[in-house]
C-alpha cells in the first residue's frame, strides 16, 4: 500500500513538472547596432543576418498615407533587449515599436516627434535605444522617451 501511495505521488509529481513551462532567463534580444535597410520593389525589407523579412508598405501608409512611396526608402532597425523592434526612416514623424506576434509585427506604440526626422539614427544603450537625429539624442523604450 505505502509503495502504491509513492508510485502515485511520483507520477502526479512527474506530471506537475511535465505542465509546467519551460523558461530560459534571462535572455537579452537586443541588436548591438542597427539595421539600415532598403525597401524593396515589392515594398519588402530584408536582413539576412538576423533573419528577419517583412512587407514595410502598411507602414508607409500609417506614416504617409500612401502605401507606393517606399520606393528608394530605408528604414532604420534595431531591437532592444526585451525583443522590441524599433523602426524609422528620415521624414517620418517618430518611431515606431514592433514586437513579434504570430508570424507579424505587431504595433506596440509610436513615439512621436514634434518636426519630422532628417536623418535619423538608432544605437544600443542598455536598457534603453538612443535615437540620434542630428545634434539631440534620446533614449527610447518600448513605452516611449525616457521620463515620460
Not at 532604420?76 to 506576434?101: A, D, L, M, P, R
Not at 518636426?115 to 527610447?140: H, M, T
Not at 523604450?141 to 525616457?146: A, M, P, T, Y
Request: proline share 3%.
Amino acid at each position: 500500500m505505502k509503495s502504491l501511495m509513492l508510485t502515485a505521488a511520483g507520477i502526479l509529481l512527474f506530471s506537475l513538472f511535465g505542465c509546467s513551462s519551460l523558461k530560459l532567463t534571462p535572455a537579452n534580444f537586443s541588436w548591438a547596432i542597427e539595421s539600415v535597410l532598403p525597401v524593396n520593389q515589392d515594398g519588402v525589407v530584408t536582413d539576412k543576418r538576423y533573419a528577419l523579412s517583412f512587407n514595410a508598405k502598411a507602414l508607409f501608409f500609417a506614416e504617409k498615407g500612401d502605401s507606393t512611396v517606399f520606393v528608394d526608402e530605408e528604414l532604420h532597425i534595431i531591437k532592444n533587449e526585451k525583443g522590441y523592434y524599433f523602426i524609422t526612416s528620415k521624414s517620418f514623424s517618430g518611431v515606431y515599436v514592433f514586437q513579434e506576434s504570430d508570424g507579424a509585427l505587431a504595433l506596440t506604440n509610436k513615439i512621436a516627434f514634434e518636426q519630422k526626422l532628417s536623418n535619423p539614427a538608432f544605437n544600443a544603450r542598455s536598457p534603453w535605444i538612443e535615437l540620434v537625429e542630428g545634434d539631440s539624442k534620446y533614449l527610447l523604450d518600448n513605452k516611449g522617451l525616457k521620463g515620460n
